[in-house]
């Protein structure tokens, strides 16, 4: 057996894998055999995951990393197989603004952004050992990342408002969390990030600080949530539409903690308008040294157009460096949940995919590797585009759209 598993094609391929730190495979050699000894006599557990719409397959937990080392991505769809189905029957096509309009609103409240509190929140967000999902770990910064954002509700005096922020629960321990501003509508606008970390090797025993992946995602529309809440408007419910920032757990096991979410939203007839992914937002060292201008990456596969469009012209504005189209896959990060439920989902990245920072998923995701100059021009992209849409007044949009006004 240990043969097998230190000869498998797919582990040996995995060290010069793009996600592999390139001496992270002398680093797993002492804990093969510990691993051996906590393996089940029984036949492992088995997943159903989709690596593309419509094509499925069972697979153990260890075959899931296996896949996830070649740079295969996938849904873990074991308890959500349903998800999609409801809103299926009845889609409807995605209607958003043809131009930014509140620069006037939205410009003074980007000067508050600070580079210094992302880093002070990375700091001790990739001092947990790792954030994989199913690790004690992974439940206690799930809890420190609610407090903190509970703590940021209360510092703003957003809590007396209705604003408020609450553990989505999971069966693997380290649960999503959901923070909510009223809007004079239950019509919302979703922005996201994932929380959880992973070492690819031996996810349960090896370190994964996740400082990129997704300790910059997190902590960006965290700071981006601070700032939001500084605007009287937001907190006071003048919004037309519900805003709602999500921390999505268990991305890295197939987008477990967003499936489950959505799923529930779906069932319940939620209406959301628009869901923004960000996953990956500090890293730019390979777009520099190849010579290319530092740039927002946008998602233009597996992403609603339209909203995809209206982004472009946010970072237009509002930004201070270009954005460049890129693709990344099927299901490559939590908005793919969004989408397969019916919703209109988007997602932007640090860089273009293939400049994307390649030491994620291994002990080397570290601060030191970290931008925060970058992540500030996503905070502001994120601030901005959750500003115009929480603003927008879809029904009156929908309505013209079709020539009824």
């Known amino acids: 057996m240990k043969v097998s598993l230190l000869s498998s094609p797919l582990l040996l391929a995995a060290a010069s894998a793009r996600f592999i730190e390139a001496n992270e495979a002398n680093r797993i050699l002492p804990y093969i055999d510990a691993l051996l000894e906590r393996a089940p006599a029984s036949s492992p557990e088995k997943f159903l995951i989709e690596l593309s719409p419509g094509e499925t397959r069972y697979v153990t937990e260890d075959e899931k990393w296996e896949l996830r080392r070649t740079g295969q991505r996938f849904m873990d769809i074991t308890e959500n197989g349903d998800l999609g189905t409801i809103r299926a ?10 131009k930014v309009k509140l620069q006037n609103e939205i410009k003074p409240l980007l000067a508050n952004l600070s580079k210094t509190g992302m880093q ?12 994989y999902y199913k690790s004690d770990y992974g439940r206690q910064s799930s809890e420190w990342l609610l407090q903190t954002i509970q703590n940021t509700i209360k510092e703003t005096g957003a809590d007396k408002y209705g604003v408020r922020a609450d553990h989505f629960k999971h069966s693997w321990g380290q649960h999503s969390i959901i923070a909510t501003i009223p809007g004079k509508s239950e019509s919302t606008v979703v922005i996201g990030a994932h929380q959880d970390s992973i070492n690819l090797w031996l996810p349960s025993i090896l370190p994964a600080p996740g400082a990129d992946d997704d300790g910059s995602g997190t902590v960006t529309i965290l700071e981006a949530f601070r700032v939001l809440l500084s605007s009287q408007d937001v907190i006071n419910g003048n919004a037309p539409n519900t805003i709602e920032f999500h921390w999505y757990s268990a991305e890295e096991g ?10 529930e939203y779906e069932k319940k007839g939620r209406d959301v308008k628009a869901m923004l992914q960000q996953d990956m937002t500090g890293f730019i060292q390979k777009t520099i040294d190849a010579g290319k ?15 995809t469009s209206f982004i472009k012209k946010v970072i237009e504005e509002y930004c201070d460096i270009p954005w460049v189209e890129t693709k990344c896959g099927y299901a490559c990060s939590d908005h793919a949940s969004a989408s397969k439920a019916g919703y209109p989902s988007a997602f932007v990245i640090e860089s273009t995919f293939a400049d994307s920072d390649d030491h994620i998923h291994s002990t080397e995701d570290l601060i030191k590797y970290i931008s925060f100059d970058h992540m500030l021009q996503h905070a502001k992209m994120t601030l901005s585009l959750v500003y115009e849409l929480g603003f927008t007044d879809f029904k009156v949009l929908e309505a013209s759209e079709i020539g009824e006004l």
Not at 120 to 131: A, N, P
Not at 254 to 263: D, E
Request: net charge negative; hydrophobic share 40%.
């Open 254 to 263: 197939g987008l477990l903690g967003s499936q489950a979410i959505f799923s």
């Open 120 to 131: 002070e929140h990375l700091e001790k967000f990739t001092s947990f050992h790792t954030r």
């Open 89 to 98: 029957s009845s889609p409807s096509a995605a209607v958003f603004p043809k």
């Open 293 to 307: 201008p530092e740039s927002v990456g946008v998602i233009t596969d597996f992403v609603d157009p339209s909203l």
